[in-house]
């Protein structure tokens, strides 16, 4: 039997085949559906079980207080950077090389006493104290050396705590 509104376009074979596979898409789409929302549960129990971290704090907080520590960390790592600029440039400055001799300025007198003290910047830039001992008193002179060198002649200790001073010679 066939009805007049399907029967100009389809018969009645072609409509059951139709709803036929119109139901199999159905069928396999309500599958899919279930499929994926067992997934779609499955993955919000892991959302919730990640998100929920130890002694009820949530994730959200603990990443929020971490980038926080980070943001912290650059600022110091900032500062840091500046006062490492700032030693370095104080040190060009200071003395970072030494040199002494220990000697007897006199010869009746022993021990050693007397000294030649040499004390330099980077550029070999400083100064040398001579202190020499005897038995009326010490007697200290001062001598400025620039770039390694004095305008004032130097005696053979103040010569030989220099050298030392510039790595020239070994301590001794």
Known sequence: MKSDFI????????????FAIMAGVMLLLFLLLIVNMAKTKK???????????DNEKSLEDTLVKRIQQIEDL???????????????ETLQCSF?????????AFDEMGGKLSFSLALLDQKNDGFIINA????EGCYTYIKEIVD????????????NALDIAMGNIAKQ
């Open 96 to 104: 970072q090389k030494s040199g002494m001799v220990k000697y007897d």
């Open 7 to 18: 029967g100009m376009y389809f018969s009645v074979d072609d409509f059951l085949l139709t």
């Open 132 to 135: 020499m001992h005897s038995r």
């Open 148 to 159: 390694g060198n004095s305008i004032i002649v130097l005696a053979e200790e103040e010569k």
């Open 43 to 53: 993955l919000r129990k892991r959302y919730e079980a990640f998100m929920t971290g």
């Open 74 to 88: 650059v600022v110091s790592e900032r500062e840091n950077k500046e006062n490492i600029e700032k030693i370095l």
